[in-house]
């Protein structure tokens, strides 16, 4: 069982930055590969970012790439989102998620971070 905390959303101008956090609980956070999504109100849940339990091969999402970096901590069970050149359109409710296999459905999530992004 893993449980997932976000921390670090906030309200932040277009074109700052902010970092996300997502502390896992138990030992075994290490063998878990992390993603983070969002979603806005009426609209399904997307994918941002995702990345390896190792830490060595990340994912991104198009309209992300280039200004969002995914990274973990394996010795602080944390996984960090950080968030450049932020748009308008980047605000969401953003949630972590974990899974034991680098596809597939991720197994556990987080309660969801708020981002808002203004113009």
């Known amino acids: 069982q893993v449980q997932l905390v976000e921390s670090g959303g906030g309200l932040v101008q277009a074109g700052g930055s902010l970092r996300l956090s997502c502390a896992a609980s138990?030992?075994?956070?290490?063998?878990?590969?992390m993603g983070w999504f969002r979603q806005t109100p009426g609209k399904e849940r997307e994918f941002v970012a995702a990345?390896?339990?190792?830490?060595?091969?990340?994912w991104y999402a198009d309209s992300v790439k280039g200004r969002f970096t995914i990274s973990r901590d394996n010795a602080k069970n944390t996984v960090y989102l950080q968030m450049n050149s932020v748009k308008p359109e980047d605000t969401a409710v953003y949630y972590c998620?974990?899974?034991?296999?680098?596809?597939?459905?991720?197994?556990?999530w987080g309660q969801g971070a708020q981002v808002t992004v203004s113009s």
């Open positions: 998620a974990a899974r034991l296999a680098d596809f597939g459905p991720y197994e556990y």
């Open positions: 138990g030992r075994t956070f290490s063998r878990y590969a």
């Open positions: 990345i390896r339990w190792s830490g060595d091969r990340t």
